[in-house]
């Protein structure tokens, strides 16, 4: 079982920048590929960016490549998003997710999910 717990979501104005972070406890963090996940209203939940265990392995969605980076600290059991350029379809609830043995960028490759941040862009 692991435990992940997203925090640093909020208001932001289009082109400004956030970064959100995911605590992860119980099994040992660097075990796992971490991916990013969005959900906006109306709409299923889409892969934003992920990480290979080892953090050499990375994979963004076009709608975010260049502006949206993810890295993770194994000492930290910490996972992060850093967003930059931030857009108004940029808004939604922002999810991390954990894969054992599975493909970290689709929905049904994660075992565990956080509860969620939003990230809201105004235009």
């Known amino acids: 079982q692991v435990q992940l717990v997203e925090s640093g979501g909020g208001l932001v104005q289009a082109g400004g920048s956030l970064r959100v972070s995911c605590a992860a406890s119980g099994h040992t963090f660097s075990n796992y590929d971490m991916g990013w996940f969005r959900q906006a209203p109306g709409k299923e939940r889409e892969f934003v960016a992920s990480?290979?265990?080892?953090?050499?392995?990375?994979n963004y969605a076009d709608s975010v490549k260049g502006r949206f980076t993810i890295s993770r600290d194994n000492a930290k059991n910490t996972l992060y998003l850093q967003m930059n350029s931030l857009k108004p379809e940029d808004t939604a609830v922002y999810y991390c997710g954990a894969a054992l043995y599975r493909n970290p960028t689709v929905v049904g490759g994660i075992r565990w999910w956080g509860q969620g941040t939003q990230v809201t862009v105004s235009s």
């Open positions: 990480i290979s265990w080892s953090g050499t392995i990375l």
